[in-house]
């Protein structure tokens, strides 16, 4: 067997790149072939994944983070064309296509392989809730066309979580197989706080933390409004908003914090390396995701691995598991399970103990692997 994984960009190590490249050393470590076919890679992506192969284009893509604009999705086109020209240049070296993040899915249409679909996220253009007239029409035109793609060129769909099952069976009619993402149990669970807490002024402060890159799906103005509600009531509360963020929606969270006074409770980092990550974790008092229907997922679960408490929105598509299990708060009113926390932790921090746990025993790479291994095999 050999496998080409493919995913849009590789330029941060978030939570998508995360998964291609954990995929990408159990599939090595088991012997079988495989490359990541991307139309563009960061120097720091590249060193953290040595060893792995990447194909991409002969003449350097640059890379462009995009809204969810008229004029944006008319740039996908070149995206789009950019990589299925990548796609069809090596597809014939391999048997098993895995497609990761839109635009992907139609980089491979028409497709006469077995191509299987790890669906972390719908395609952008459904993510805009207030669609320009000439937006609609897009979005209209391309909800037809996926759904053409998926039908024709998709073998097999796998999902993390119950959540984006259910999505994928209403935009698809499609069954997806359910296989839950790994988490680096090993290296989350110890991290040392001293250095992040000196450079970020955390010491006697209340912290919040909330990780991913700064987008409206990642809705980080929510966390911001919390702490604009409590502020008068936790006069040390400090939130630390750790990713990349030069972007409109990033703009927007700086003029509220601004306009807002907020500016000594709100922390911008920008893009942080991994373990800086873990040691934010570890030094933080909780951690924030009011993620609304697309990534987030790995977040609370590493944060659990440092037994730190969890928040998480109900459209956060991780949030069935949390609440299922018992290991988290499942919630839209962020201000008040903060304020919870703050007033009687311990039976919060007894759930994010249970919840290490829970990660501990059922969330690893090498069981992500395997079961991703049998879907390639099903569909050959």
């Known amino acids: 067997m050999k496998v080409l994984l493919v995913h849009p960009h590789m ?9 291609v490249t954990n995929l990408a050393i159990c599939l090595t470590k088991r012997g079988i072939e495989n490359a990541i076919l991307t139309l563009s890679v960061s120097d720091n992506v590249l060193k953290i994944s040595e060893g792995l192969r990447f194909i991409t284009p002969d003449k350097k893509y640059v890379y462009k983070m995009r809204s969810v604009s008229f004029l944006d999705a008319i740039g996908l086109v070149n995206e789009i064309v950019a990589l299925r020209a990548l796609v069809r240049k090596n597809i014939e070296f391999f048997n098993v296509i895995n497609v990761h993040n839109f635009p992907a899915t139609w980089s491979i249409f028409p497709n006469r392989k077995p191509c299987v679909w790890m669906c972390n996220e719908p395609p952008d253009l459904w993510h805009n809730p207030n669609p320009s007239i000439p937006l609609k029409v897009l979005r209209d035109i391309g909800v037809a066309c996926d759904r053409l793609i998926v039908s024709k060129s998709i073998s097999a769909i796998c999902v993390a979580d119950e959540f984006s099952a259910k999505r994928v069976i209403e935009r698809y009619g499609r069954q997806p197989k359910i296989i839950h993402y790994g988490i680096d149990y090993d290296f989350f669970s110890s991290g040392d706080e001293r250095q992040v807490s000196q450079r970020f002024d955390l010491y006697n ?3 919040l933390l909330q990780v991913g890159w700064i987008s409206p799906q990642k809705n980080q103005l929510e966390s911001i409004k919390a702490v604009e509600r409590l502020r008068s009531d936790i006069p040390n509360i400090k939130l630390i908003l750790a990713g990349s963020g030069q972007n409109p929606y990033g703009k927007i969270l700086r003029e509220y914090v601004y306009t807002k006074g907020l500016e000594k409770y709100v922390v ?7 373990k800086i990550i873990r040691d934010l974790y570890h030094a933080c008092d909780l951690v924030l995701s009011p993620v609304r229907s697309q990534g987030g997922w790995l977040a609370p679960f590493e944060a659990l691995c440092a037994s730190k408490p969890i928040i998480v929105s109900p459209s956060m598509t991780a949030s069935s598991i949390i609440r299922k299990e018992k290991i988290g708060t499942v919630t839209n009113d962020f201000a008040k399970a903060i304020w919870d926390i703050y007033n009687n932790p311990r039976p919060y921090h007894d759930t994010a103990r249970r919840g290490k746990r829970w990660v501990a025993d059922n969330l690893n ?3 992500f692997c395997q079961r991703m291994l049998a879907v390639f095999e099903s569909v050959l």
């Open 365 to 367: 790479w090498d069981t």
């Open 205 to 207: 402060n209340f912290v």
């Open 11 to 19: 330029m941060v190590h978030g939570g998508a790149e995360t998964v």
């Open 268 to 274: 911008f980092t920008g893009h942080l390396s991994k």
